[in-house]
């Protein structure tokens, strides 16, 4: 076993206190009280519009593709650099998968790539917060505002981060977001819809209910329900919710630590940013980060795979990131745009470091002190 593993989810203890609570109450399943107490606490806490709870980012993102009722033969741009449920959950509405590569500066998707890549069957964006550091939002809904398409945030990576002083998840039509094991915030597995958009959310609800409108029987707001839009079973068990609520309950805490761990990272890795060795995260000016996970990028694939073995002998699990999508094996026959030279190199460059919420000084001294070792 790694003396230092990449992850390892953090246990408040008020989660089993919650877990209980619901086991007690007897409706444990989905859109149940502790549902209801986790909505309650996200629209509160940012602002978002309608929050429904998912099993998984991944749902999140295909309930995201319903409500743009994305068809065959619909275009939308997203970057190469990114999980691949960013993208199946449009290609499984037959959509055209655009992909735009990264910025120089950090992985996300260069934003003044977008409007080259917008064409008469393009019908939304969807940007991804690597890292949970933010895209250049304004530009990118100024954008879309221009040629009428829609702006989905893929925020898997982006609970508690920020645009200038608007929350990720809020700015876009809608949101979506992950509480995989992973995930600052989790429930093993696990995700949220948000819905911006007033005039989505009625129907979201229902996609989310199996394309029912059983959630507004449950109100009083019709006097049965029944079979009215597509849907799937979309909502989490009450007692994953009761697990959420109970890291929730720690937000603050956890946040604090994660950005202490990032911030300490950064601050004794810079001297090797300095002499050329790796490149460090970005931050641009407008938005900030939120302790989600560190990543370094070597000067070459080789560098990056060796520093991995070095690291691994010592204890400590480094690991690499995405595969550009645009190369994997389901859709490089499919990909005919331009070549994507900075997803390749984060593809190829990119490691992350240990990341997790129990993760001390001296332990973060040790794993620095290692990489520092390799360049030296």
Known sequence: M??????KPHFTGREAYHVAAAGASGKISGNGQFTALCHDFFRQRYGFGKVLLTTSCTDALEMTALLARIEPGDEVIMPSFT???????????????????????????????????ISSRTRAIVVVHYAGIACDMDAVMELA??????VIEDAAHAIDSFYKDRPLGSIGHMGAFSFHETKNISCGEGGMLVVNDAELAPR????????????????????????????????????????LLGQLDSLDDIQQKRKHIF????????????SGDLQLPYIPDYASHNGHLFY????????????????NQQGIQAVFHYLPLH???????????RPLPESERYADCLLRLPFFYDLDDEQIETVVKAVFGFFN
Request: hydrophobic content about 40%; glycine content about 6%.
């Open 83 to 117: 999980f691949v449920s960013t993208a199946n959950a449009f290609i499984l509405r037959g959509a055209h998968i655009i992909f735009a590569d990264s910025n120089p500066y950090n992985p996300n998707m260069d934003v003044s790539l977008i409007e080259s890549l």
């Open 145 to 150: 505002g221009r040629y009428r398409l829609l």
């Open 2 to 7: 790694m003396q230092f593993p990449f992850n």
């Open 263 to 274: 911030d300490t990272y950064h601050h004794f890795l810079m001297p090797l940013q300095l």
């Open 296 to 311: 370094i990028v070597t000067q070459q694939l080789s560098h990056r795979d060796r520093l991995i073995r070095h690291l």
């Open 327 to 337: 190369q994997s094996p389901f859709y490089k026959n499919k990909y005919t745009g």
């Open 204 to 243: 979201a609800e229902i996609i989310w209910e199996k394309g029912t409108n059983r959630a507004a029987f449950y109100r009083g707001e019709v006097d049965k329900y029944g079979w009215v839009d597509v849907g799937s079973s979309f909502l989490p068990s009450d007692l994953a919710a009761a697990y």
